[in-house]
């Protein structure tokens, strides 16, 4: 909004050239959303806990300390990550963009499905919300509809390509299935999340540094000059979208001082869902799918011991992991909550630096 506004009068007025900057805009949008979180978190705790008389229902088989540290915090915290994302984001971006758009329908889309997932939860004082079939059918429906409108913003080289990380020459075409590929990664990334989402501030924090790292890669792939020079695809427009990814870094920020350890609110499905699928759909803009498995692998590594665990347990009527997913195994093992958490943020700083590593520079 402000971009639209003051852009056509930067040639009269030096200060309004800055909002031409995305980088300006980024760092705008990330203060914005930092802000917004800050200011209106006291409030949207307080209107939860007012709402949620026993707070967020605990599952009975989890473990046993969340029955007792955990009883009566709040859930649907993501309402705050989402209204200072998107009102950063509206503020700060380019409105004409796409992929902006796009990129705000399954951010907001998924977001209001996991709200609804939250709400049933609450307000039924169980832990089983919205089915996993009808969650799954919105969540595709959602994801397609955004893989088909990416599809026809991208240039026809690239459009129904996927490209493979360091090797440039390499695009794998996919043709018409790229949209199913493309919605499959939403959907992936979106539940990845959600399954990590399930100690005080586990998720925020890999959410938020796969945010920098896609906001970094989206800069890059939007400039021709830089995409070149690093041996890049060149996606035309996808660079705004780092303004968009500044705006969940900081509402991350803003989320994170409520979500700190012990928590006063619990993201819920309404963030969890959001963020993975806000996630999921840059880099399918960017044409970075293969990257965010290697920047979200703590996303992939949670998601694949459910996986693990459900297959054996049913092939054999045993456990591979005390508990999954793989945060609570450590847990019946007697790991403190703290270093859990801290030990799986610095795995995931470690797997960003990797996933950056893979753009090849000559």
Known sequence: MIFNLFAPYADEFALFNLVRYITFRSGAA???AFVFSLVLGPSVIRWLRARQRGGQPIRADGPERH?????????????????SMVLATVLWADLR???????????VGYGLLGFADDFLKVTKRNTRGVSGRHKL???AAIGLAAAVWMYWLMPPALADKLAVPVFKEVLIPLGLAF??????????????VNL??????????????AAGVFGLIAYLVGRVDYANYLQLHYVPGSGELAVFLSALLGAGLGFLWFNAPPAAVFMGDTGSLSLGGALGAVAV????????????GLFVVETLSVVIQVFWFKRTGRRVFLMAPLHHHFEKKGWPE??????????????????LSTLKIR
């Open 30 to 32: 990330c203060l914005t």
């Open 67 to 83: 029955l007792i540290e955990k009883r009566g915090t709040p859930t649907m915290g993501g309402v705050l990550i989402l209204a």
């Open 196 to 209: 990590t989402d399930g100690l005080d501030g586990l998720a925020i924090v890999p959410a938020m540094i």
């Open 137 to 139: 059918i919105a969540q």
């Open 179 to 192: 949209p199913l590929f493309a919605m499959l990664v939403m959907m992936g990334a979106s539940n990845a």
């Open 97 to 107: 963009n796409g992929y902006i758009w796009a990129t705000l329908l399954v951010t």
């Open 338 to 355: 703290p270093t859990i958490v801290i030990r799986f943020w610095i795995i995931s700083m470690v797997l960003a630096l990797i996933g």
């Open 285 to 296: 803009a960017t044409k970075h799918e293969i990257v965010l498995a290697i920047v979200g």
